[in-house]
């Protein structure tokens, strides 16, 4: 009995590393498994063109170098769009005023205007005025408005664009077109699809 409990003994311990390892290496593949994967650095998440910010009754201007208001936009309400950074005003007005101080306003039931208000598309109603510059020779320029469903006006380049149906007011004389491109520092009109215009002489050309 005594030789036979050694034998069990000896071969306990002979065996004992063997089912040690065995036992280390299952524990080992269990806590693999059990412990959940390291997070790796979290992709960004698509910007959706959802509203971050909203704004009502609310007036935002910009100021160029020495401090003289540039532009002022105001509106009913405001929503800000981080996927474009455009904002969509309701009720927009927009004021603007170049290096000589001159100032254009613009106005429609919505628009859409960029984070410098330097671009702006009005949407509904849109009028563009240009206020008549009593300057000297040709330094003098009539009052223009221009009137459409649509206007793209380029602020710091002085532009106004429509591919919709167009009517524009310069001083006395009267255009209607389809489509338009003005440039205004060039003193470049563009009038493309079925063009109207009725030329008025000035008043020093009159009987």
């Known amino acids: 009995m005594r030789f036979v409990l050694r ?8 065996y004992f590393p ?7 290496a299952l524990g080992t593949y269990w806590l693999v498994r059990s412990t959940p994967p390291a997070s790796g650095p979290v992709p960004p ?3 959706s063109h959802e509203p971050d910010y909203f704004m009502q009754d609310f007036s935002v201007r910009t100021f160029d170098a020495r401090g003289r208001v540039r532009t002022e ?3 009913v309400k405001a ?10 005003i309701d009720t927009i007005r927009v004021r603007s005023f170049d290096e000589q101080g001159r100032m254009t306003t613009a106005t429609a039931e919505r628009g859409l205007t960029n984070e410098d208000s330097s671009e702006v598309q009005l949407m509904g109603n849109a ?3 240009r206020e008549a510059d009593a300057g000297q ?14 206007l793209h006006a380029f602020i710091n380049t002085e532009r106004v664009r429509s591919h919709m149906p167009v009517e524009l007011l310069r001083g006395k004389d009267r255009f209607t077109a389809e489509r338009m491109d003005f440039d205004n520092v ?3 009109l563009q009038l493309s699809g079925r063009v109207r215009g009725t030329l008025m002489p000035p008043p020093d050309a009159q009987p």
């Not at 929503?79 to 969509?88: A, I, N």
């Not at 020779?137 to 649509?150: D, I, Q």
């Open 127 to 129: 009028v563009v005025v």
């Open 73 to 75: 936009v105001q509106g």
């Open 45 to 47: 998440k698509p910007v």
């Open 79 to 88: 929503r800000h769009y981080p996927d474009t950074l455009w904002l969509e």
């Open 186 to 188: 060039e003193q470049v």
């Open 18 to 24: 063997l089912v040690s390892m065995g036992l280390l």
């Open 7 to 14: 034998d069990a003994w000896e071969r306990f311990l002979l």
């Open 137 to 150: 020779g040709v330094n003098a320029a009539p009052r223009v408005e221009y009137r459409s469903e649509f």
